[in-house]
């Protein structure tokens, strides 16, 4: 039997790779090792792992012939790779602005909220692993867990808005197909959807 290719693992060093290239290009004014160097690098980072964990969530069969493991252990690699990242995001700009306020939810119009949604994108996102870590005790776990496609719309709509490194075409064609990928096999998967409900 033909071992499949490692594409899975290609990704995930890949995504580490391809964060790195926007914050070498255009560097902060005060350097590359600084706090905004590491705001981006995480942000960007991050946001590629919840979208690879989110594809292999729609496409099971897939992630398993690629890591020969059951696929709760290739996913809770990227979530919680995913989630440290997205964590570290804000804290470096926390450590760069002396402002603890930034983690607080507060928005004065439904523009602001989209802006700044990257907060609330942050706490789903929690709550999420939170709820997967604590699966065995709660029941419709999974229904809670699927709001993290939600989150990663937010995050992306957060980066389109104000991301330093989504002002180009190029970068809002990729960030745009990011968003639509995982949202279109969702419901391609109705039926996942529909067990999920019932369950």
């Not at 990704?11 to 290239?21: D, G, S, Y």
């Not at 926007?22 to 350097?31: K, M, Y």
């Not at 995480?42 to 979208?51: K, N, R, S």
């Not at 706490?123 to 419709?140: D, E, N, Q, S």
């Amino acid at each position: 039997m033909k071992k499949a290719f490692p594409w899975f693992y290609i990704f995930f060093a890949l995504i580490w790779i391809l964060a790195m290239i926007p914050v070498l290009v255009s560097p902060p004014e005060a350097g590359l090792w600084t706090w905004s160097a590491l705001l981006r690098y995480a942000g960007l980072a991050g946001f590629g792992m919840v979208f690879l964990s989110l594809l292999g969530a729609y496409i099971k069969e897939w992630q398993y012939q690629q890591t020969k493991k059951p696929f709760i252990e290739s996913h809770h690699l990227l979530v919680r790779t995913g989630w440290v990242l997205m964590l570290l995001h804000p804290l470096a700009l926390v450590f760069q602005t002396g402002r603890w306020q930034i983690f607080l939810p507060l928005y004065d119009s439904f523009q602001t909220f989209l802006r700044m949604g990257g907060k609330v994108a942050l706490i789903v996102f929690t709550v999420g692993v939170l709820v997967a870590v604590l699966r065995k005790y709660l029941k419709g776990w999974k229904i809670v867990h699927m709001l993290q496609l939600i989150a990663f719309l937010l995050a992306g709509i957060h980066a389109w808005l104000i991301g330093s490194d989504f002002k180009t075409l190029p970068a809002q064609i990729i960030l745009a197909l990011m968003m639509a990928s995982p949202l279109l096999l969702f419901f391609k998967n109705t039926k996942r959807f529909k067990y999920l409900l019932k369950n």
